[in-house]
């Protein structure tokens, strides 16, 4: 069992930066591969961006490439979102995720966090 805990979350203007943070407990992080998926108000849950166990695969959906950065520091058991040039349509809860094996970005991880709020205003 892993618990995952986002934090980072916030209310920012277009444009703005923001880093999202998701700290593992439970087990290390490192055996893991992780996910972070965002949900806007009246729509499904959508997936953002993964990454593997040891860093070195990332992959994001198109409207955050160039924008958002997915790392994680497994000493530290924390996984990040940098989100760059923030758009209105960025707004939603964002959750991270944790599954063993390969990181996809189909939703069938194992473990999920509570999630974090981003809004971007215009």
């Known amino acids: 069992q892993v618990q995952l805990v986002e934090s980072g979350g916030g209310l920012v203007q277009a444009g703005d930066s923001l880093r999202l943070s998701c700290a593992a407990s439970g087990r290390t992080l490192s055996i893991y591969a992780m996910g972070w998926f965002r949900q806007a108000p009246g729509k499904e849950r959508e997936f953002v961006a993964a990454?593997?166990?040891?860093?070195?695969?990332?992959f994001y959906t198109d409207s955050v490439k160039g924008r958002f950065t997915i790392s994680r520091d497994n000493l530290k058991n924390t996984v990040y979102l940098q989100m760059n040039s923030l758009k209105p349509e960025d707004t939603a809860v964002y959750y991270c995720a944790a599954k063993p094996g390969l990181p996809t970005a189909a939703g069938n991880y194992d473990y999920w966090g509570q999630g974090t709020q981003v809004t971007v205003s215009s």
């Open positions: 990454i593997n166990k040891n860093g070195g695969i990332t």
